[in-house]
């Protein structure tokens, strides 16, 4: 599974102590309906023993999946790992979807070409842009082209 991938990758490529738990639940359409996930790292200064200790609590609790078909929230879940020890939640923050894309960083990743590339683009006459995540679209004429190249001098 990929929560067994990624606490592998984080405990031995990145020599961070970690635990990672994920689950998914698909609703009767077979879309998705619910899905989470729990990692856990030490923060610094704090005992690594603490991370091995969530660890084994990890493993020892039920999978994901069937909290969240038994409708159990995320403060549920923390309450389940972190029974008998003092925790606090610092921050809450609804989960969204935000693509990080913009006219502006599409035009830093044309520049990235290199002059001889944002050259050949001017003399097509545009440059189009689609971001693979959100599907926005960008396109720059030659105007735009040419602002470009006069910068990259």
């Known amino acids: ?25 698909l609703g009767d359409d077979g879309q998705l309906s619910v899905a989470g ?3 856990i790292q030490n923060l610094a ?3 690594e023993t603490a991370i091995y200790q969530l660890a084994e609590r990890i493993q020892e609790m039920p999978p994901l ?14 309450a389940i ?3 008998g020890i003092e925790y606090e939640v610092l ?3 609804p989960l ?4 990080q894309c913009s006219r502006e960083r599409s035009e830093q ?26 599907h926005q679209r960008y396109i720059f004429d030659q105007e735009d082209l040419e602002m470009m190249l006069d910068v990259m001098i």
């Open 96 to 99: 969204l979807f935000k693509c």
């Open 37 to 39: 996930g729990l990692l």
């Open 45 to 47: 200064g704090y005992e």
């Open 81 to 83: 790992l972190f029974e």
């Open 1 to 25: 599974q990929i929560d067994d991938d990624l606490e592998y990758y984080l405990n031995q490529s990145e020599q961070l102590p970690s635990a990672v738990q994920i689950g998914a639940v």
């Open 65 to 78: 999946e069937e909290l969240f078909k038994e409708g159990k929230t995320p403060e549920d879940v923390l």
């Open 109 to 134: 990743a044309i520049m990235s070409l290199g002059r001889e590339e944002v050259e050949s683009l001017y003399e097509e006459g545009q440059a189009i842009v689609d971001c693979h995540f959100c």
């Open 91 to 93: 921050e809450k923050r």
